[in-house]
């Protein structure tokens, strides 16, 4: 066992967060050790400072040759004489961990980070007679006057590389209101690890957890994302209020969500933003009343868009019905908010039928994004630069994409380009998979269609092209791929064009 655990321990070191590459620690913790300490605890003691909110520890040390083993845990302020001293034990198998709050590392408690003296408990199962070892233990504070740093921001990407990553952005399970048949049948609050393996069999590269003002799943979030080492899980919520909902993505850090007695919008909106996550508005065309209290985007004073970062436009299965999110999201752009549009399911049951109606199953709709690798910071990144695309229907291939090009510039969806007056920009559309189907153009919230001298998609990888000339204001074109029978299965966003 002591071997397999050393083999474990290096099988993490490998795959651990590289913390190191995103900013320097605020301790480093090094010491020796030797034959002394063999099959003994010691403690490493630290000082953890008032207004600390998380803390990221990553451990290392030599002498693995020599067969050295040092086990690793954590204790608070008054240690094992405080019940609530003791914060957890990961013995070899991890080489990092985080402590906060709101959540923890597995093997880990989330709690209150107190101020004081706290220290790293080493427990040292073997060190050889002639063996000295030197440790060394790095120490961040995640504080509440600066962005947090998610132990995912830290994270090696699942998959290296720039390419189009399918995710869904609005899923709930059993820590909001998702629910499932459990094994006798009954109707039981949904485990996360049922919405990671039904996303896996959708084909999907990442998903978003976004449960109702709580960010509880984190926990499970960070014991599954090892298992599930294809699907990157982004911890999210949905910030639900009597006037609107909107989704929250990238953060668990505590945010104060009540929108009442002299809070509005607006402050959500800026805690949010210093926590460094994106936002977006969600199903904003919905009734409000006692069915769906506050689903609809009502609030009052008006919500800054220059605090948004992106529109729900699809969710579930609302797609070309009133409901639809289209037109408020084109009233937006119109107003000059470059705001991404996107899609989510807002699944509460992981077991719905694919094959269903698609209304609510798990990547119906799905969102594309454009990223530099699979890694939460990179999808973050995609999703704000608006180099996305919607595929209603989530199917697992469907592709489309839009550049313009004037004289040496050039600008995809989501980005800008200077068109001057009199100047001609050339745009190219490309489309993946949806033979059959045609192509229709918006400019400034209206068909434009009439600029292509062919909609229409004659084969799998279908490219069309038009001239737009520049008229000396600002514009904003986008297309859509809609079906044989008319129905809406892409929805592309816009390239701005700007005068200067």
């Not at 919500?303 to 009133?322: F, I, R, S, W, Y």
């Not at 279908?462 to 000339?469: E, G, N």
């Not at 000396?472 to 791929?481: K, N």
Request: charged share 20%; net charge negative.
């Amino acid at each position: 066992m002591r071997i397999e655990a050393i083999l474990l321990a290096l099988l993490l070191a490998a795959i651990a967060p590289a913390v190191a590459s995103e900013t320097a620690p605020d301790l480093v913790l090094e010491g020796t050790l030797d034959r002394r300490d063999h099959q003994r605890y010691r403690t490493v003691p630290f000082d953890v400072p008032a207004g600390t909110e998380r803390i990221t520890v990553e451990f290392d040390h030599d002498g693995r040759e020599q067969k050295t083993t040092i086990d690793l845990g954590l204790l608070a302020p008054g240690g094992f004489a405080d019940p609530h001293g003791f914060r957890g034990w990961s013995g070899g198998n991890k080489r990092s961990f985080t402590v906060s709050s709101t959540d923890a590392t597995p093997s880990y408690l989330p709690g209150k980070i107190e101020p004081g003296r706290w220290s790293l408990l080493l427990g040292i199962p073997n060190i050889r007679p002639e063996s000295v070892t030197h440790y060394s233990a790095r120490v961040w504070f995640g504080r509440a006057d600066m962005p947090y740093r998610e132990p995912q921001s830290f994270a090696p990407p699942l998959r290296d590389g720039d390419g189009w990553y399918r995710g869904d952005l609005h899923l709930h399970d059993a820590h909001s209101d998702g629910s499932c048949r459990s094994q006798n049948g009954a109707k039981v609050p949904c485990p996360v690890f049922l919405t990671a393996q039904a996303a896996v069999a959708r084909g999907l590269d990442f998903i978003a957890i976004t449960d109702h003002n709580t960010t509880s799943h984190a926990n499970a979030i960070r014991e599954l994302q090892p298992y599930f080492d294809r699907l990157l899980m982004v911890p999210g919520r949905e910030i639900t209020t009597f006037s609107g909902h909107a989704n929250l993505f990238g953060t668990v850090a505590p945010l104060d969500f009540r929108v009442a007695e002299g809070r509005d919008w607006n402050d959500v909106l800026r805690d949010a933003q210093r926590l460094g996550g994106v936002v977006s508005i969600n199903h904003p065309i919905r009734p409000s009343g006692e069915r769906c209290m506050g689903c609809g985007w009502t609030p009052s004073p008006a919500a800054d868009p220059a605090l948004l970062q992106a529109v729900e436009v699809v969710n579930g299965a609302d797609a070309d019905t009133p409901y639809s999110g289209i037109p408020f999201w084109h009233a937006q752009l119109d107003a000059g908010h470059r705001l991404t549009a996107i899609g989510g399911s807002d699944n509460h049951d992981a077991g719905q039928s694919l094959s269903g109606h698609g209304g609510g199953a798990i990547g119906q709709p799905t969102t594309v994004v454009r990223a530099r690798a699979l890694s939460m910071p990179a999808i973050l990144d995609g999703l704000r630069a608006g180099e996305v695309f919607v595929d209603v229907q989530g199917s697992r291939d469907r592709a489309l994409s839009m550049q313009a090009r004037a004289g040496q510039r050039s600008a995809s969806m989501g980005g800008a380009i200077v068109v001057r007056e009199g100047e001609t920009a050339r745009f190219r559309i490309a489309t993946g998979h949806v033979r059959g189907a045609r192509v229709t153009l918006w400019l400034d919230g209206r068909d434009a269609t009439a600029l292509l001298a062919d909609a229409a998609i004659a084969s799998d990888a279908h490219t069309l092209a038009f001239d737009w000339k520049g008229d000396g204001r600002a514009h904003w074109l986008r297309a859509d791929v809609r079906g044989p029978d008319g129905t809406l299965w892409l929805i592309g966003n816009p390239v701005y064009i700007t005068v200067r």
